[in-house]
């Protein structure tokens, strides 16, 4: 029952899922500040997933399984993953051996759950998103284990508890050129998990028409847009566990802001890239520079 009670209110997604909308409003609010526009009310995020659950679910009539389970299997993948950060800050001792690379492969998922929903329903607008998607997780998914190397290699193991303990008391991972670089890959990578300018490719509205969610309504859209606000908390609070020694005071939610303004104003400020452009980032500029982190941090820098 304990168990339970985690995965659906604190940290689960009860928790997650209010955060998430308040980062997403965040964002929503930033950005309309930014284009001089007043924005939206705080529980407007709120008020968009509800008006979506009260609308009427239209499922292809090939594949309904996928094409109903797929925005599922993204959501619990987050879940998961923001149970497992909230119980290493609580109690770094209390995490599991390789627990870090458990989290990177479940914040896989969300892609791989799009992808799947976007071929499942036949469109070939949403077949041309999800194709995009998973084009563009192939490119920045190598980056992003590489920025990760940098803090498995200072502290000198794979568990989140360890990584956690050891910023506590040498100082965060940030602090070095090694970490600095990482962090910004991690940023930028950050970016294309999140779906969002510059990378927001796979469900360009100018372009493809909403792209892998065109066929979807209803619930299941309601399912995928709560996700996408959940990631918007999950994803940046992982770079802070990970780079920034975790969130443990005021200090510390600072550090999660600072990072989710980082990811609104790059947003806001860069025109969208082709998709051949973000593979040849990803595996060009990127790597280079993951490589060029792994060897400093080798060196102890």
């Given at each position: 029952?304990?168990?339970?009670?985690?995965?659906?209110?604190?940290?689960?997604?009860?928790?997650?899922?209010?955060?998430?909308?308040?980062?997403?409003?965040?964002?929503?609010?930033?950005?309309?500040?930014?284009?001089?526009?007043?924005?939206?009310?705080?529980?407007?995020?709120?008020?968009?997933?509800?008006?979506?659950?009260?609308?009427?679910?239209?499922?292809?009539?090939?594949?309904?399984?996928?094409?109903?389970?797929?925005?599922?299997?993204?959501?619990?993948?987050?879940?998961?993953?923001?149970?497992?950060?909230?119980?290493?800050?609580?109690?770094?001792?209390?995490?599991?051996?390789?627990?870090?690379?458990?989290?990177?492969?479940?914040?896989?998922?969300?892609?791989?759950?799009?992808?799947?929903?976007?071929?499942?329903?036949?469109?070939?607008?949403?077949?041309?998103?999800?194709?995009?998607?998973m084009k563009l997780a192939l490119s920045y998914e190598l980056p992003f284990v590489m920025a990760l190397v940098v803090p498995i290699i200072k502290c000198g193991s794979v568990k989140l508890g360890d990584i956690v303990t050891f910023q506590i008391i040498h100082g965060t991972i940030l602090h070095s050129p090694s970490g600095i670089i990482a962090c910004a890959i991690a940023l930028l990578c950050t970016q294309a998990k999140l779906g969002v300018a510059p990378f927001d490719v796979a469900d360009a509205e100018t372009e493809?028409?909403?792209?892998?969610?065109?066929?979807?309504?209803?619930?299941?859209?309601?399912?995928?847009?709560?996700?996408?606000?959940?990631?918007?908390?999950?994803?940046?609070?992982?770079?802070?566990?990970?780079?920034?020694?975790?969130?443990?005071?005021?200090?510390?939610?600072?550090?999660?802001?600072?990072?989710?303004?980082?990811?609104?104003?790059?947003?806001?400020?860069?025109?969208?890239?082709?998709?051949?452009?973000?593979?040849?980032?990803?595996?060009?500029?990127?790597?280079?520079?993951?490589?060029?982190?792994?060897?400093?941090?080798?060196?102890?820098?």
């Amino acid at each position: 029952m304990r168990i339970l009670l985690d995965y659906l209110i604190f940290p689960g997604f009860l928790f997650t899922a209010v955060v998430g909308m308040f980062a997403c409003w965040i964002d929503r609010k930033v950005s309309a500040r930014v284009q001089w526009r007043v924005g939206p009310r705080m529980l407007q995020p709120f008020y968009d997933i509800v008006k979506l659950l009260n609308k009427e679910v239209i499922v292809p009539s090939e594949n309904r399984f996928v094409f109903l389970s797929a925005p599922l299997f993204g959501m619990a993948s987050v879940i998961i993953v923001s149970t497992m950060l909230w119980k290493t800050i609580i109690n770094p001792s209390a995490t599991f051996v390789g627990d870090m690379i458990v989290v990177v492969y479940l914040l896989t998922i969300p892609a791989i759950s799009a992808i799947m929903g976007g071929f499942a329903s036949k469109n070939p607008l949403s077949s041309l998103g999800a194709s995009r998607e998973m084009k563009l997780a192939l490119s920045y998914e190598l980056p992003f284990v590489m920025a990760l190397v940098v803090p498995i290699i200072k502290c000198g193991s794979v568990k989140l508890g360890d990584i956690v303990t050891f910023q506590i008391i040498h100082g965060t991972i940030l602090h070095s050129p090694s970490g600095i670089i990482a962090c910004a890959i991690a940023l930028l990578c950050t970016q294309a998990k999140l779906g969002v300018a510059p990378f927001d490719v796979a469900d360009a509205e100018t372009e493809i028409s909403s792209g892998i969610f065109m066929e979807y309504s209803g619930a299941p859209l309601a399912v995928f847009r709560l996700t996408k606000y959940m990631l918007f908390f999950t994803v940046p609070m992982f770079l802070v566990t990970i780079f920034m020694g975790g969130i443990y005071s005021l200090v510390g939610i600072l550090k999660y802001v600072v990072l989710l303004v980082l990811v609104i104003l790059i947003k806001n400020t860069n025109p969208r890239v082709r998709i051949d452009q973000a593979v040849k980032f990803f595996w060009g500029p990127m790597s280079i520079l993951g490589i060029l982190a792994i060897i400093l941090a080798l060196f102890g820098l």
